[in-house]
């Protein structure tokens, strides 16, 4: 099988399904959603799904939320709350049967998502091979466009129950691009949240 890249006769477009993280337990925020955080009149899972938009299949692993757009595919990690590898096992197994060959992968604390997007695409079809995200030095695992190929591979290699995103990584062959500065910074605390403009959550929550 030959090597995901441009597509013919689209201006060179990565085609991409993407799923979104949102099933933790957000516990440094007395478990409030970070999924249900607003920012203006959206909450964080909107903006992240308006992110990937551009995506073939859109999934979102964790609890349905509102303001989720239609068409998005809503589905559980098994077992609930497993960590974030175990959702992005959730995705893969739910696509397998029809599955583009790029994978974004997104968490949804990240306000500022959109902003890697052009990075990624770009890094992805000039590296034929994995992105992540790399913001201030840091990488970003879940800010990141996956080969299909590799990604199912790593998937498929292990256990993957409350195992980190990082460790799944040492499975994969990935490289990392430079995204704007603060783009991937996320939401683990109220004083985060505070630091990014984020208001209370929907008052039915």
């Given amino acids: 099988m030959s090597a995901p890249g441009p597509l013919p006769g689209r201006d060179h477009t990565l085609l991409f399904d993407a799923v979104i993280l949102s099933g933790g ?7 409030v959603p970070k999924a249900s955080l607003q920012i203006g009149d959206r ?6 799904c308006e992110a990937a938009s551009a995506a073939r299949r859109l999934l979102v692993v964790g609890q349905s939320t509102p303001g989720m757009p239609g068409g998005v595919e809503l589905l559980r990690e098994d077992p609930p709350f497993g960590g974030p590898a175990a959702a992005v096992a959730a995705a893969v ?3 397998r049967s029809s599955h583009a060959p790029w994978l974004l992968v997104l968490a949804c604390d990240m306000p500022r998502i959109g902003e890697t ?6 890094g992805a ?3 034929g091979a994995s992105v992540l995200a790399r913001d201030g030095g840091r990488d970003q695992p879940l800010a990141a466009l996956y080969r299909w190929s590799d990604l199912a591979s ?5 256990a993957l ?6 460790h799944l990584l040492a499975r994969v062959q990935w490289s990392a691009v430079e995204v704007p500065a603060g783009s991937t910074h996320d939401v683990d605390t109220w004083s985060d949240a505070q630091e ?3 208001e209370e959550p929907y008052a039915d929550q």
């Fill in 125 to 127: 079809r000039e590296a």
């Fill in 25 to 31: 337990r957000s516990s440094r925020l007395g478990g």
């Fill in 154 to 158: 790593a998937v498929d290699s292990g």
């Fill in 117 to 122: 997007l052009p990075a990624l695409l770009t």
């Fill in 196 to 198: 990014l403009g984020i």
């Fill in 43 to 48: 909450n964080l899972l909107a903006l992240t």
């Fill in 93 to 95: 197994g739910h696509l």
């Fill in 161 to 166: 129950t409350n195992l980190s995103m990082r």
